[in-house]
């Protein structure tokens, strides 16, 4: 992630620095940040990074009662949006403007605020929500984990995978030990947990031998979900989640 920063730092220096813009600053989740009174077609620049999992991805610009003039909003995934190019521009009259993302991209948004006239008192905020399992167990990558895994029917068993860059070959598969008996049910998803009608991948075999494979176009960065259900009560059931990593497989 550091170079993608570094990138669109360097975009917006190359593109903007007869302007004397500063590089662009950096959005925290839900902090509002004062932009900087601009003259008519100057612009100031930022950065917002998305985590995995986060959902309902919103960036606006406000005005309030001492604002005058006209700034739009300019947002683009992973590069430097311009006045042509951009994923989102709402280009209305004033100063308050929103771009929303229901299902946002994991990585840096960059935004552009830019004077369609000279504008002061404006302010700028990004949020987004996140979903997250802080209890459930962290899988080894390329290790079975447990042998003696149960629960009863209607329960969970809840299990958690941090993916990184250039991953590959990603598989989750669970298997029935010596005695195991009843039937789990595994459920997979990316970026939140999964439930009995939301996931990436479900097998729904009878038995507890299953196993998903993620595309390698389909991989991503961050935390997959593996969730156990016990369709019917089970018992003696062991998890291993495995992934390459620039094409070498996980140590042994």
């Known amino acids: 992630m550091k170079k993608i920063i570094l990138l669109i730092a360097g975009l917006f220096s190359a593109t903007l620095h007869a302007q004397q813009i500063p590089p662009p600053e950096a959005l925290e989740n839900n902090v509002e940040l004062g932009v900087p009174p601009l003259k008519t077609g100057s612009d100031n ?18 005005g309030n009662a001492n604002s005058y003039g006209d700034a739009d909003l300019y947002v683009k995934y992973n590069s430097a949006p311009t006045q042509t190019d951009y994923d989102c521009r709402p280009y209305k009259i004033g100063n308050n403007e929103t771009c929303y993302f229901e299902k946002p991209k994991t990585g840096y948004y960059v935004i552009m605020v830019r004077a369609y006239s000279t504008f002061d008192n404006v302010t700028i905020v990004g949020s987004f929500e996140t979903t997250s399992d802080d209890n459930a167990l962290e899988l080894p990558n390329g290790r079975p984990y447990g042998e003696d895994f149960s629960a009863l029917k209607g329960q969970w068993v809840r299990f958690k995978m941090n993916v990184s860059e250039k991953a590959s070959h990603l598989q989750f598969k ?40 993620i595309a390698d176009e389909d991989i991503q960065v961050g935390v997959y979900y593996v969730y156990l259900y016990g369709y019917r009560d089970f018992s003696k059931v062991s998890i291993m989640g495995s992934y390459y990593v620039d094409g070498n497989p996980p140590p042994p």
């Not at 990074?49 to 919103?58: E, H, R």
């Not at 030990?177 to 009878?206: H, Q, W």
């Open 45 to 62: 620049p930022y950065t917002f990074f998305v985590p995995a999992g986060a959902k309902k991805l919103t960036i606006k610009i406000l």
């Open 174 to 213: 669970i298997l029935g030990e010596i005695g195991s008996s009843g039937d789990a049910d595994m459920y997979v998803k990316f970026g939140e947990p999964p439930t009995l009608n939301s996931y990436d991948c479900r097998p729904y075999l009878n038995g507890n031998e299953e196993t998903c494979n």
